[in-house]
């Protein structure tokens, strides 16, 4: 192990260095550890929305932990109904709660650090906001009371209480207030020269998260909106098939929203924890340049045995187009390593073919956590990925658990633990509060995916089986057609049940070191304390 | 003397700087190729006859 | 050894080895090449299962 840490023997203190950019006099700062200009206000939002998203993280964690135990045939704890209100609970909390607060953290951040500019506006970032919380508060209220049992998916004719719809509504609407207050500060940024040729490749990878964010959103209102009006009978009900179709838009482009700020995030810890520079800038950025083309056309791949759209559709969405955005994850899984090889051998750890890799700072969260996340999400999450994706492959494996084993890599192995390991360094950095318990955030990215990892792979075999998704009763008690699956799902869904497990632990180990930093931490007045 | 030549941009490079033109492009390419080409077939498809 | 730099250093001096830089990352090609053997041995595995299940005669 080496004793690398971001910092360098000679930064100097924060009052010593005048920030850069177009702050007014006292609202910004120098951040010792990286000598990048924080502004105020923009700490403030970063701040609160990162603290909202750790609550939701821990919510859709317990909901979690109680779905796994009950997939876990040989424990099956809770009845059907809190099944389902808890997996609808689990999906909104997780997928969009925890990852739109946190993207909207990350957005703050990428604009006003990395281009050295102020916030555009204070209200814009109140109003955004406060209308994400109202609607998260009031989305989750719903949900456990029991007025919309009708899954993440919400479709149409399953009807939820109107509050449902209009608290996604008001999340929505908060996070393009959100989006729009990021390029208005890209914008002000680029007028007042605060920086100068291109944006930072990390900002350039948020720029790709806000643009499929626009798409996201859009597709969210366009669908939810009337959805609404119908529940509260203002207007008849969706077409399944279209309410399908544009409600993808919303539920899949959200991940393509994760999947460019993860990147970025693999990027910009690369420079934190190791100072990797990034290899080639064109490569890069035209890698991102496919995500924003044609990522969101995976949303196909949920149609794929619908009987509305036609074979034509399907095949140039799923595969022709689709896969310029997989080369682009291809690009980016090879130049995201291949730049942590190139600064650990410049380092001097150039011994063998792995050399650098055993060099590289292990007990590190913030590198240990994007080091993982990048093998997970490439390795499970891609491969699998493009192999359902695939028209014909994907009918043997359609809603079967073979899919939540797909995201669980993406999404969780992925983005939340890459999101996780920047908080390692956000935490001290922004809130500037020391982590206790460092032993235990330590091993957290471990213990977590491989928590992640057993669950997610014993859903995978079980869906290769027939296990199918969202389903309370895996032995169909009491149903009029008996339905029964090979014995070995059972061991399957024994590993869901264990992977759970270490995974809530996994997330216990990040939550709890952070709450306690961020209200109970020392106060870090200079460098932040290597890892 | 020297003559001052014009730096020519690549294409490709102007086009990831002009963070305006890829917001258009990333919200125009799904909304035609997903939304836009799936409502015009799914608004194209003959209502099933009840048996 | 070249001394590792701070963040703001790295990203504020991006655009000086922007485009044709040489860089050898040998260990990373090796596991870019595992991937895609893993990505190969899957992909058909799972034509192979569709065709079990889907006889085409």
């Known amino acids: 192990m080496t004793t690398m840490d971001p910092t360098v023997e000679d930064a100097l203190p924060e009052t010593a260095v005048e920030p850069k950019g177009n702050h007014a006099p006292g609202m910004a700062r120098v951040c010792a550890t990286t000598g990048l200009t924080v502004d105020l206000t923009a700490e403030k939002f970063i701040k609160l929305h990162a603290v909202f998203a750790v609550v939701f993280l821990l919510l859709g964690g317990i909901a979690a932990l109680l779905i796994a135990m009950t997939r876990w045939s040989a424990v099956h704890l809770l009845p059907a109904d809190w099944y389902y209100r808890l997996t609808t609970f689990h999906g909104l909390n997780m997928l969009i709660l925890w990852i739109l607060f946190m993207e909207v953290a990350i957005l703050y951040f990428a604009a006003t650090a990395l281009l050295k500019t102020r916030l555009a506006s204070a209200g814009l970032a109140w109003a955004g906001f406060v209308l994400m919380a109202v609607g ?75 643009i499929i964010a626009v798409v996201t959103l859009g597709h969210g209102a366009g669908i939810m909106i009337p959805t609404f009006l119908w529940s509260i009978e203002v207007l008849p009900s969706p077409d399944p098939a279209v309410y399908r179709l544009v409600w993808w838009g919303l539920g899949h482009q959200s991940q393509q929203v994760n999947v460019a700020a993860m990147v970025s995030v693999w990027y910009l810890l690369g420079a934190i924890t190791v100072g990797a520079k990034v290899l080639n800038q064109g490569v890069s ?96 999450g891609g491969i699998t990925g493009v192999t359902l994706g695939t028209e014909q492959i994907n009918i043997i494996a359609h809603n079967t658990l073979r899919i939540p084993g797909h995201f669980h890599t993406t999404v969780v192995g992925g983005t939340t633990t890459a999101f996780m390991a920047l908080a390692y360094y956000v935490v001290p950095l922004i809130f500037r509060r020391e982590f206790p318990m460092r032993a235990i955030c330590r091993a957290q990215p471990y213990v977590f995916t491989l928590g992640v990892v057993i669950l997610a792979v014993g859903m995978s075999f079980a869906g290769s089986y027939g296990v199918a998704r969202r389903h309370w009763d895996v032995e169909f008690t009491g149903a009029t057609h008996a339905a029964s699956f090979d014995p070995s799902v059972h061991i399957f869904l024994g590993m869901v049940g264990i992977g759970g497990i270490i995974a809530f632990v996994g997330l216990l180990m990040f939550v709890i070191p952070t709450v306690i930093a961020v209200f109970f931490g020392k106060k870090i007045e200079g460098k932040m304390p290597a890892w | 003397m020297a003559e001052s030549t014009p730096v020519t941009v690549h294409w490709l490079e102007r086009l990831l700087d002009n963070t305006w033109l890829l917001l258009a492009l990333g919200v125009l390419v799904p909304a035609i190729s997903y939304t836009l080409w799936g409502l015009i077939e799914l608004s194209n498809l003959p209502s099933a006859t009840l048996p | 050894m070249a001394k590792q730099e701070k963040a703001a250093d790295v990203i504020d001096n991006e655009g000086a080895h922007k485009g044709d830089q040489m860089h050898a990352a040998p260990g990373t090609f090796v596991l870019t090449l595992i991937l895609l053997l893993s990505f190969a041995v899957y992909y058909f595995a799972n034509w192979k299962a569709l065709a079990d299940v889907w006889q085409v005669r």
């Open chain 1, 136 to 210: 998260a508060v009031t989305l989750d209220t719903m949900i456990l009371m029991g007025t919309s049992d009708v899954m993440m998916t919400s479709y149409a004719p399953l009807r939820a209480h109107p509050l449902f719809y209009l608290s996604i509504i008001f999340v929505a609407v908060g996070t393009l207030i959100g989006v729009i207050n990021f390029f208005a500060t890209v914008y002000i940024a680029k007028r007042d020269k605060t920086y100068s040729g291109s944006v930072p490749l990390v900002v350039f990878g948020a720029i790709t998260a806000a």
């Open chain 1, 285 to 380: 950025r035209t890698a991102f340049l496919l995500y924003i083309l044609f990522i969101n056309l995976a949303s196909a791949h949920h149609l794929l045995v619908d009987p509305g759209v036609s074979a034509g559709w399907k095949i140039w969405n799923t595969s022709y187009a689709m896969y310029l955005a997989v080369l682009a994850s291809m690009i980016h899984g090879y130049t995201v390593p291949a730049a942590v090889e190139v600064a650990l051998r410049k380092q001097g750890h150039d011994k063998g073919l792995f050399g650098w890799l055993g060099a590289a700072p292990w007990r590190n969260p913030g590198f240990s956590g994007f080091f993982l996340s990048l093998v997970v999400f490439g390795f499970l």
